[in-house]
């Protein structure tokens, strides 16, 4: 392309407002841009409909840790929104395809250009367009929707697209964000002169694209709702009729779903140009977990043991990986991690039989519960699908053969003296006193009683071989129960 030295500025940020989908900072031009060469590739572009073509650009999706799972953002509702941006690009010849699972990220809440660039050094992926949703981005001025790089002001590996997620029509405003990493102006763009609403100036100013009416600036007002309403004119006095629709103008984001062909052909025109590198054939390795055991029944004492199947397809490049297990009374919640274990790879593809003993939490009463192993639950490996390395299974406590009062194992042998209270005192003090046949007292423990079934495992280790009483005392309700233990070590 034809190089002239003009000014560059390096990014474009988009501010949400109430109104409008966003406002972005951006005064930039292309120093290499050849209106002549884009004039023949646009003639080129419309007789051979590329929008018909499409190349497959592969989008590395990262959710910041403190948005995973808010807002309804899941990865079907992230798949939802790149399907929204796809239509939008029908006509650019090009379709945006995950590049494996979205990535959870760890960082912080909200962000701005410089930590934004920290972030995007440590995450990057390369030959992806990598596209990143945080809680939230700041500015001193105003609160900030996402910004992206324009082809020309960065090198690939610092080039990416950042967003807020938590805004209307995040498919729209996303798309916004794309049209900019694509070299899309604003449809009211004046950095290169204003442009007229008769069109006359159309190639030089503006968006430098004459099928987008002059515009200018939905944030001056002239809306109802989506539809223009206003009586601006331009320098020259002629009426402006702008589209509301075009993602690449002010309007409110609920309005964005157009782009021209102009539009689309200058994305394909930096697609074949600037921006060749997107290439990756997004090939990940990738765990699979899994078991034959839908369920298991157990006492809230006994402990679980599960066989599990995980398949690992491709070399991962690390010597073991962790294995973590969540429990929760709530199937759409992962809940809380009981136990964790490390595993060793192999080298390659493999499958590995597992099998775990997991000590059950003794305070959980008779329910219905769900066990959930996680493979690399700090996602220490770039994969394919992380939504396979969870296996989920269910998990029915019954207490039903225990009587309503019961220390046990009696005698003791293992230093570990269990005791089950079942009755309806709740929310209440519980002590438990041992005392041996003298009246010495030689150990005291503190509880709360919160439910129906109580379970408390009290070390006797200390205590020599003998016989002893425990005493379990509510204060609250002036009542005790005395049960005998016999302790025999062997």
Excluded at 35 to 47: H, I, V
Excluded at 67 to 72: D, E, L, R
Excluded at 117 to 131: A, R, S
Excluded at 462 to 468: F, K, Q, T, V
């Amino acid at each position: 392309m034809q190089k002239s030295l003009l000014f560059t500025v390096l990014y474009s940020i988009c501010f949400i407002s109430s109104s409008f989908g966003q406002a972005c900072l951006e005064v930039s031009e292309d120093p290499n841009f050849d209106q002549e060469e884009f004039d023949g590739f646009l003639t080129s572009f419309a007789n051979k409909k590329k929008g018909n073509i499409k190349d497959q650009i592969p989008i590395t999706v990262h959710v910041a840790e403190s948005v995973q799972g808010a807002s309804g953002l899941s990865n079907e509702v992230i798949k939802t929104t790149i399907n929204r941006v796809n239509g939008y690009f029908n006509d650019a010849g090009i379709e945006f395809i995950l590049c494996g699972a979205p990535r959870l990220i760890f960082g912080e809440q909200t962000y701005f250009r410089e930590n934004a660039d920290i972030l995007n050094g440590q995450n990057y992926v390369t030959e992806t367009l990598n596209i990143y949703f945080v809680e939230g981005i700041t500015d001193p001025n105003s609160g900030v929707g996402g910004f992206s790089f324009f082809p020309w002001t960065r090198t690939p590996e610092t080039r990416y697209v950042i967003m807020s997620w938590n805004f209307p029509n995040v498919a729209g405003v996303l798309a916004h964000e794309i049209g900019h990493y694509y070299g899309l102006y604003h449809t009211h763009a004046s950095f290169l002169g204003v442009e007229l609403a008769d069109g006359s100036n159309c190639r030089n100013a503006g968006d430098q694209l004459c099928d987008t009416p002059a515009d200018y600036n939905f944030l001056a007002g002239g809306l109802d709702r989506c539809k223009y309403v206003g009586t601006f004119k331009d320098p020259v006095g002629n009426d402006y009729n702008p589209n509301p629709k075009n993602i690449m103008s002010y309007a409110p984001s609920n309005c964005m779903s157009e782009l021209t062909l102009e539009q689309s052909a200058r994305i394909n025109f930096y697609h074949t140009t600037d921006i060749t590198y997107l290439t990756s054939e997004c090939s990940f390795p990738d765990f699979l977990i899994s078991s034959s055991e839908p369920s298991k029944s157990i006492r809230a004492d006994e402990d679980i043991n599960v066989t599990y199947d995980l398949d690992i397809d491709g070399d991962i490049k690390l010597n073991e990986i962790e294995v973590y297990f969540w429990l929760s009374d709530d199937q759409t919640e992962l809940g809380t991690i009981i136990q964790k274990e490390t595993i060793t790879l192999p080298p390659g593809s493999t499958t590995l039989d597992l099998d775990f003993s997991i000590d059950f939490p003794i305070n959980r009463s008779t329910n219905t519960y769900y066990l959930t192993a996680q493979v690399d639950p700090e996602f220490r490996v770039l994969e394919q699908e992380e939504g396979n390395n969870l296996h989920t299974i269910t998990v029915t406590v019954d207490n039903s053969a225990l009587e309503d009062q019961v220390v046990f194992a009696n005698p003791v042998s293992n230093n570990i003296l269990k005791i089950f209270l079942r009755d309806n005192s709740t929310k209440t003090e519980l002590n438990f006193y041992i005392w041996d046949h003298l009246g010495r007292l030689h150990k005291t423990v503190n509880a709360f009683k919160n439910r129906d079934e109580y379970f408390e495992e009290i070390d006797i280790s200390s205590l020599a071989n003998g016989l002893y009483i425990l005493e379990a005392n509510f204060p609250d309700k002036g009542r005790s129960q005395s049960f005998n233990f016999y302790k025999q070590s062997f």
